[in-house]
């Protein structure tokens, strides 16, 4: 059996049914699905952890500690819920990034 992993990540114009992947190696099963907010996030982890028996949860640093608190309910006690965060220097270049891309003037 593979342990079965799903990374979300955030983007104001992710579409969840079409921004998601899958790969998989005998062992491992790694689903990737951008949502574009805290609702979609939710439905996408109840469903793929009855559907797909998910047993990690892996949230972009996008998410607050509320919506981790909400994702963790969502999946149950069985369900090992983790927030990808990097050290300081790390987190100031990729928030950076993220304000970037993400600010209604850069047209993204």
């Known amino acids: 059996m593979a342990f079965k992993v799903l990374f979300l990540a955030h983007a104001p114009d992710a579409e969840p049914e079409k921004h998601r992947s899958v790969v998989e190696t005998s062992k491992y099963k790694l689903f990737a699905v951008v949502v574009?907010?805290?609702v979609q996030?939710?439905?996408e982890c109840r469903q793929l952890v009855d559907e797909e028996g998910i047993h990690s949860v892996l949230l972009c640093p996008g998410f607050t500690?509320?919506?981790?608190a909400e994702i963790a309910e969502a999946v149950g006690k069985n369900v090992?819920?983790?927030v990808a965060r990097g050290d300081g220097p790390s987190s100031r270049?990729?928030?950076e990034?993220?304000?970037r891309e993400l600010s209604p003037q850069s047209g993204n």
């Open 36 to 38: 574009k907010d805290q």
């Open 41 to 43: 996030a939710v439905k």
């Open 65 to 68: 500690h509320r919506d981790v």
């Open 80 to 82: 090992a819920v983790a």
């Open 93 to 95: 270049v990729s928030a």
């Open 97 to 99: 990034v993220r304000r």
